[in-house]
């Protein structure tokens, strides 16, 4: 059964950057045609799509946040990230990571738990 | 402003049947990119309820179902029960924006 979990600081300060890693189990990265994303839930708010890569390093990103994200992927490693710069507490929320299968416009289909991000001073 | 269009919220008393909606446009659904459906409890991630516009997941009841014409979409819950109630989420692909996207989210309370 495939598991993702998330992993990273919980509180940010403004300005700073946050780093994100998702390590997934279960079955390799590196499978044909599952690309990985990151998804993000202000508190009391709905899902936002931040952005997705395949194993080979293609990426694509919200055109909102493309100036201040960067998603990389480490196959030996059997993870993924995500870094946000220049962050406000407009980007306080819970963020998870999750396997889009069937390519680029396919589903979300397994998900992780998410972590919640405070961006306080 | 969410790409797709979600009611804010339904209801509906136990056993009964309610339907959300999903609108979208010709960027995503109605360019023929399927959508997806998902229900998050209160404090759970997302749980994928139905892919590819019709299609359950190994272990999601058959009360759940999903529908698409045109530029929108619907799920339908039937014989409703007091554990539907949360949040609920379409997603499809919108081809302008080069990336997935998002309805609004609609909460659903069992009356």
């Known amino acids: 059964q495939l598991q993702l979990q998330e992993s990273g600081p919980g509180l940010v300060k403004p300005s700073e950057t946050l780093s994100l890693t998702c390590t997934v189990s279960?079955?390799?990265?590196?499978?044909?045609?599952?690309?990985w994303g990151w998804i993000r839930q202000p508190p009391g708010e709905g899902l936002e799509w931040i952005g997705s890569?395949?194993?080979?390093?293609?990426?694509y990103y919200n055109p909102s946040l493309k100036s201040r994200v960067t998603i990389s992927v480490h196959t030996s490693k059997n993870q993924f990230s995500l870094r946000l710069n220049s962050v406000s507490a407009a980007d306080t929320a819970v963020y998870f990571c999750?396997?889009?299968?069937?390519?680029?416009?396919?589903?979300?289909?397994?998900w992780g738990r998410g972590t919640l991000v405070a961006v306080s001073s | 402003q969410s790409v797709l269009t979600q009611p804010p919220s339904v209801s509906g008393a136990p056993g009964q049947r309610v339907t959300i909606s999903c609108a979208g446009n010709?960027?995503?659904?109605?360019?023929?990119?399927?959508v997806h459906w998902y229900q998050q409890l209160p404090g759970t991630a997302p749980k994928l309820l139905i892919y590819?516009?019709?299609i359950r997941p190994s272990g999601v009841p058959d009360r759940f179902s999903g529908s698409k014409s045109g530029a929108s979409a619907s799920l339908a819950i039937t014989g409703l029960q007091a554990e539907d109630e949360g949040d609920y989420y379409c997603?499809?692909?919108?081809?302008?924006?080069?990336?997935?996207?998002f309805g609004g989210g609609t909460k659903l309370t069992v009356l």
């Open positions: 010709s960027s995503n659904i109605g360019a023929y990119y399927d």
């Open positions: 997603q499809s692909y919108d081809s302008s924006l080069s990336g997935s996207v």
């Open positions: 999750a396997r889009l299968s069937s390519g680029v416009a396919g589903t979300f289909d397994y």
């Open positions: 279960g079955g390799p990265i590196t499978s044909s045609n599952n690309y």
């Open positions: 890569i395949y194993y080979v390093g293609s990426t």
């Open positions: 590819g516009n019709t």
